[in-house]
């Protein structure tokens, strides 16, 4: 009897006992894994994207600023304003060193230095130069600031020297001087941009937008939701056209069931009249 005509029997299906834990193969249960969260992923992506886009902006636009924007030095000198005489620094010299403060950026104060000031646009000297006093002590700071840092350390002794000649040169009128008390040294690294700082701020500032844009996007969210399960349909611009052009359709057939009417409604009117006459 030849092998092909002998019927094989079909293998026993294996029957799984109630209550056994079912066994999925590494791989099929990896795929199902990955594919759930793709799903959940895409899902949230759907939902969440335009605060997700806000907070990518933001983080890209501090890091931006902080790789791309120019350096900024700055270098501070302290000169301190004394009464004149062996007398201690009394409630005199703090109003005066006030009064110098504020005259230290201006051009005609600049004029009294006798150290070169670097090359800076005329009316400049507020950005280069200013000048912060204390309530308390007779004491000024001066910061340079520049694109580099010996230029910040020059603004910075070009007005402490300019502030002393020109506190020396009213002495006998004020009844104080100034004092050098800590010339401006180069600043080993740049004020600004920093990393850490402007990357801060910039996905701050796309957080707060973030939240925001989640709170709007949520209130509408859940008037669609009430109005959905109201049985209230929202029609959109392409959807008001469609209903315009339904009603006008409606409207249309409902003439034409009229005129249908009306029409039979006369045959019936004219059998009668036949039938009666």
Known sequence: MPRHDVERRPRAKRIRPPGSPVRRRPRRALAVAAGRARGQARAFLGRHWIPIALVLTGFSGGLGYALLAPPVYTAAAFVLVVEDGQRASGPAAVSFAQAFGRLASLPETLEHTRLPVPEMEPGSER????????????????????????????????????????????????GVRVALM?????????????????????????????????????????????????????????????????????????????????????KTGTEHAGVGS
Request: hydrophobic share 40%; aromatic share 2%.
């Open 127 to 174: 950005e280069h130069i200013q000048a912060s006093t204390s309530p308390d002590a007779p004491l000024i700071r001066l910061a340079g600031t520049a694109r580099n840092p010996r230029d910040a350390a020059a603004f910075a002794n070009a007005a402490a020297d300019a502030l002393v000649r020109y506190g020396a040169s009213h002495r006998s009128d004020t």
């Open 182 to 266: 800590t010339p401006a040294a180069p600043p080993p690294a740049p004020a600004s941009p920093n990393l850490p700082v402007g990357v801060g701020v910039g996905t701050a500032s796309g957080a707060l937008l973030a939240g925001l844009a989640s709170v709007v996007l949520g209130g509408r969210r859940a008037r669609w939701d009430v109005l959905r399960r109201r049985g209230v349909t929202v029609p959109g611009p392409a959807a008001g056209g469609d209903t315009g052009g339904t009603a006008a359709g409606d409207d249309t057939s409902a003439g034409g069931t009229s005129a249908a009417g009306g029409t039979s409604a006369g």
